[in-house]
């Protein structure tokens, strides 16, 4: 079976371990979003009505189950669209994410997996097997994203190829990820000279960003997009299996989805940026995402005090680039070589 997830955060692995592979949705890029209009307000950001627009206009019938995490106001909203109007003819299932992290968040995580798990048993019809493996190789196909995404310099791919690369993680079962993600990771790139900058905001759309760096002499040697590295679950230690999903989801990189604030962000992007040697933070934020962009001046004065270069994105998602934001980036490229 396969479920069509809504970003941002839900238990991969409890998901595998009834037989179901979720299939999440960003946008998708190109979608036309008009027939989402009618349920959504004005100011709803690009990844909500493109994700309305893609599952009302055909998309579900790709899909046995709809999962909307309840990632950000917007998401929950969505979530209220789709369970109270006529939208969706396959199951949609919620999964909330506490705001905290503590031991209480852990708590709550596996009280919500728990309870995930009862949906699941009604729609499939079947008992979860394996979890603890579905687990572990979930933790696998992470370690080997966070590799992948520390060790850029040794890809020998374009912003665009390797971006793709990393997002099959948003798609492929975790083992099959392992196995093509992988050999990257003992490939060898000869010596860079592009600017090394720090990818965050939501996602790595529209792909005409990916390649405005390229061609503005730039690589993104660390990233903490909301897709990719602000997912990076680490490996959890203990062994009940829905305890072990609490604890990874729990103890995510900091993020204002889950009520991370200005000073754990701001810490956390200045030690990736020490890491990578990135020299300036591109945010690439989906227009209307408040969580973001709540945060942003604050978040841009503290980096560009401790002496890194930012600049911010404002995009939809489900449009190309527009050539204002590559002549931005290509300025702040220019003063810094
Ligand atoms: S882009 Fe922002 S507002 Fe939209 S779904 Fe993601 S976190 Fe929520």
Known sequence: MIAAALPILYPRELLRSFGVLPVELWGPPGTKTAIADRWLQAYTCSIIRGGLAFLAGGGQDHADIILVPHGCDSLQGLGSVLLDFPVLSKPALSFYHPRTRSRASVDYLEAEIESLAEELQKITGREATDALEATIREEEADSVLAKLLAGRLQVALSCRDYYRLVRCREYLPAEQFTALARPWLSSESGPSSAMPVLLSGVV?????????????????????????????????RDQSAYRRMAERMASAPPCPTRGASVEERSRHLLDLAKRSGAKAVVFAVVKFCEPELFQLPLLKTALERAGLRT????????????????TRMEALLETMS
């Open 311 to 326: 600049t911010i994105l404002e995009v939809d998602v489900t449009e190309p680039l527009p050539q204002q934001l590559k």
């Open 204 to 236: 790595p759309e529209p792909s005409g960003l990916l390649d405005a760096l390229n061609e503005a002499g730039a690589v993104v040697v660390a990233d903490d997009t909301i897709a990719c590295g602000r997912r990076l679950t680490p490996e959890g």
